[in-house]
């Protein structure tokens, strides 16, 4: 089951700039770890502008939603403020690599503020919920989660900001470079999480890297942008090739190793 399906997509950052991505076909399984890979400029996070109604940077094209409830046609939403709010706050979660967390709020009422709107957990709840995600994330010591945000270091920050995302009730869990201010080791914590949440393939996560290795070491489906061809009308697009899907542990179609994957990505990348 699919819970993205793309035809004939293009994508702008406003309506008076060349088209800078186009689609022609891509469906986005559900219940799995989709990342998409590009070089700068290359419309990663364009694209997820797009489907997480963040921004409305579709110029032409159709995007499906299949939503718990129903099928959304993604681009016409934008006439409908009421039930894309709907949307965002009862289905999405985003996380980016700056932390947007609220600064006189502690450490602990930003991570479960999501929670709290969405009306799904209650108060007493909050410390059987937290007690995993800060401890792994190595925020349980020296009473981080009373101070505020303005008191921690970026890291930490940013920590804070993906704990908040993934505790959220999400369909689908939206990342744009959410890595970028982090080392391998908890940026590897970050993406097991998100798999965590992903096991009973109800939700998906669907995140923008920059980091081809860790990628490779945990997506099921790698997805990577790439110049357009010389004349196109857009700067880059996805040719169907260069959607990767994992088979079975390490490998993925057509790539037993995951070496010879990475050198690929990065020359298509480069070209």
Not at 82 to 92: E, G, L, N, V
Not at 103 to 110: F, G, I, L, R, V
Not at 251 to 270: H, Q, T, V, W
Request: net charge neutral; charged share 25%.
């Amino acid at each position: 089951m699919n819970v993205f399906e793309i035809t004939n997509l293009a994508c702008t950052y406003n309506e008076k700039s060349r088209p800078v991505l186009f689609i022609e076909r891509l469906e986005i399984q559900k219940g799995k770890l989709t990342v998409i890979l590009g070089q700068s400029g290359s419309g990663k996070s364009t694209l997820i502008e797009a489907l997480g109604l963040m921004n409305n940077t579709i110029l032409g094209g159709e995007v499906l939603y299949r939503s718990p409830e129903e099928v959304e046609n993604v681009g016409k939403l934008w006439k409908k403020r009421s039930k894309m709010a709907k949307i965002r706050r009862d289905y999405f979660s985003f996380i980016f690599q700056d932390d947007y967390l609220m600064p006189y709020y502690s450490c602990e009422e930003n991570v479960l503020i999501a929670r709290l709107i969405q009306e799904k957990i209650g108060r007493s709840e909050k410390d059987a919920l937290l007690a995993g995600p800060i401890g792994k994330m190595g925020l349980s010591g020296n009473g981080i989660m009373k101070r505020f945000p303005y008191q921690l270091a970026g890291g930490q920050k940013q920590r804070l900001s993906f704990i908040r995302a993934i505790l959220k009730d999400f369909d689908v869990l939206f990342g744009d470079e959410p890595t970028g201010n982090l080392d391998y080791q908890n940026s590897e914590h970050l993406f097991e999480f998100i798999k965590s949440k992903l096991q009973n393939k109800a939700n998906s996560a669907i995140i923008v890297s920059h980091n081809i290795e860790l990628s490779v070491a945990m997506a099921d489906t790698i997805i990577v942008l790439t110049r357009a061809a010389e004349g196109s009308e857009f700067n880059f697009e996805l040719k169907q090739e260069n959607v990767f899907d994992r088979t079975s542990g390490k490998e993925y179609a057509g790539y037993k190793d995951p070496d010879d994957l990475i050198r690929f990505i990065k020359e298509i990348m480069s070209a």
